[in-house]
């Protein structure tokens, strides 16, 4: 059904000046979107019966902040992708409420952070790998966007709790050991933009 809202969608879009690669990039968004739509409501519709609407809104702030810059792993199926993401937002939105980061941890989670998304952002997949030309320019937003959470964040409370939650579930979609255990390949990388 999806599939054939996507076609719909893209013939009814696509205009003879696309070349190929703009239709690709052009289905991929619309495919996207009617993945992410019925998540979305159902996220904000629970998160809004549990109070939760809040925290919410700031973790899609800066968890679509930073997963814009450093991509990585993404679900095989759309049924996982379905489930994952919606216990990864309703998770955050949750534990962003009752959690204390004392300044100590705080600082050194953020050490971790900054290695992280040095080292392995932005991370490409088979499906949707980076171009060469891409890389510097995603891993310097990316560290940039660690920087200044980090500084955000200095004030405790609710939005240092999203600032470390937002990094962490992102953290975690970047590095190697994702990627293996979900028998996928990582950090791919192509010369040029075609």
Not at 54 to 68: E, M, Q, V
Not at 69 to 85: N, R
Not at 115 to 121: F, G, I, S
Request: with cysteine; proline share 4%; hydrophobic share 45%.
């Amino acid at each position: 059904m999806t599939d054939h809202i996507v076609s719909r969608l893209t013939a009814s879009l696509k205009t003879d000046d696309l070349d190929d690669y703009t239709v690709e990039l052009l289905e991929y968004g619309i495919s996207a979107m009617c993945l992410n739509l019925p998540k979305t409501i159902l996220v904000i519709f629970i998160c809004k019966k549990l109070k939760l609407l809040k925290p919410l809104l700031l973790i899609f702030l800066f968890y679509g902040a930073i997963r814009n810059y450093s991509h990585g792993i993404h679900s095989k199926t759309p049924l996982a992708c379905f489930l994952i993401g919606t216990a990864n937002f309703l998770s955050m939105a949750y534990l962003s409420t009752v959690m204390t980061i004392p300044k100590k941890i705080y600082n050194a989670i953020f050490a971790y952070f900054f290695c992280v998304y040095l080292k392995y952002a932005p991370s490409g997949t088979e499906v949707n790998p980076m171009y060469k030309d891409q890389i510097k320019p995603l891993k310097i937003k990316s560290v940039l966007l660690v920087i200044i959470y980090y500084f955000i964040g200095l004030k405790k409370g609710l939005v240092r709790n999203i600032a470390v939650l937002s990094l962490l579930s992102q953290s975690i979609s970047i590095i190697p050991i994702t990627y293996k255990l979900a028998n996928q390949k990582g950090g791919v990388v192509h010369e040029d933009e075609e």
